[in-house]
């Protein structure tokens, strides 16, 4: 019980904490924000993360981002997002979203791939369910992804 509470309170510190200080807040840019659990294909849960920073100007750019993955205590998977190669789709209405595109890790490519559905409003912003997968060039589940994240300035 010590050890989920411990989890549990380490994402929220994560999600409140330590991301926004990596975020630049203008106008024209959304975030992404959010922090859950990426299942490897042995059925073994790892804290995750995930951050991405969008330009909203003229549709939906995504300019960088990562998802993170703490397989073990001292190993970590960070996935950089290969920005140009991301493609956002956000229904009118704004309760769904998905996204795709090219992530790097250790100069491998994967392709990584998200969808959000709105769980509700808050002054700061929507929280979404997001889940996806990052998936090897032969098509093979590297991790499954489940996260709540929390998007502003969504327009």
Known sequence: MKKAIYAI???V???VVAVPVLAVDDADRTHL???G???DNENVSHKSGIWIALNTTDGYEVKRGFIFVIYGFHERG???LAAD???VTVSEDKSTFTA???VVSDEVEYTASIEGEFLRDTKAGKIYL???NIVDSDGNIIVDLYYLAHVENLS
Request: hydrophobic share 50%.
């Open 85 to 87: 190669t991301w493609s």
């Open 78 to 80: 960070i996935y950089h």
């Open 33 to 35: 924000r959010g922090a």
């Open 100 to 102: 795709e595109g090219k």
């Open 37 to 39: 659990i990426a299942i």
């Open 13 to 15: 510190l994560l999600l």
């Open 130 to 132: 997001v889940t996806g």
């Open 9 to 11: 309170s380490m994402m």
